[in-house]
């Protein structure tokens, strides 16, 4: 980032706390936030998201990222993985002031739960969509690959448009440099709301609900 020549605000620098450390307690997710901060090299991250919700620890590793975030060494809390659920018991919680900035959920054509995306924007937070590539899975469906090629378009493109257009932060992971300047050019596709319906479908309703009791079990195991 130094090297870029660019200043530290043209750049959104974020981490995470992990489960590990929520399960050791708030002195450990102290610790945990500011190693980041000291390996990342700067005076403050944009963001420091709560990896998972651990039960019975994510109350109170949020009320130490709020203790960063008054200093200002953490401009903006985040959340992932978070349910409807976990996002409301977390807002109930005596101490609890800051509002979280944003979640961090799998997003994707392949993975689309418009309840919880709209609930959370509702309420002011970005969603912000993990695996939205659906990690190169499905780049073959043949309503993607048509829609794509209608747009001259990648089938990557596509699904980072899709995104765009449903208000969504998408995060993607690419260290190939042709690769980023493919995807910015999402940017310049304008997909059509027959396209947008037609990749909505991707995602059934016994996925979602299959979806939703992995994450509930997941959070039993973390």
Request: glycine share 6%.
């Amino acid at each position: 980032i130094r090297l870029s020549g660019l200043p530290r605000e043209d750049f959104f620098i974020a981490s995470k706390v992990w489960n590990d450390a929520q399960k050791e307690g708030p002195d450990a997710v102290r610790q945990s936030v500011a190693e980041s901060l000291k390996k990342i090299g700067f005076d403050y991250v944009d963001a420091m998201y709560i990896h998972w919700p651990v039960p019975g620890h994510f109350v109170d590793s949020y009320k130490v990222l709020q203790e960063f975030h008054a200093e200002g060494s953490v401009r903006n809390i985040g959340i992932s993985n978070f349910s409807i659920g976990d996002f409301e018991k977390l807002m109930q919680s005596d101490g609890v002031s800051v509002h979280p900035a944003m979640n961090q959920i799998e997003v994707s054509p392949f993975m689309y739960r418009p309840q919880i995306i709209e609930y959370f924007q509702k309420r002011g937070v970005i969603m912000v969509a993990s695996k939205a590539l659906h990690r190169g899975s499905g780049f073959e469906e043949d309503t993607l690959a048509s829609i794509a090629k209608k747009h001259n378009a990648t089938p990557a493109q596509i699904l980072l448009r899709w995104g765009y257009q449903k208000g969504l932060s998408v995060a993607t992971k690419t260290s190939n440099f042709q690769r980023m300047l493919e995807n910015r050019k999402a940017l310049d596709i304008l997909l059509s709301d027959e396209d947008i319906a037609s990749l909505d479908s991707f995602t059934t309703e016994e996925q979602i609900r299959a979806r939703e009791l992995l994450e509930v079990e997941r959070r039993n195991n973390v």
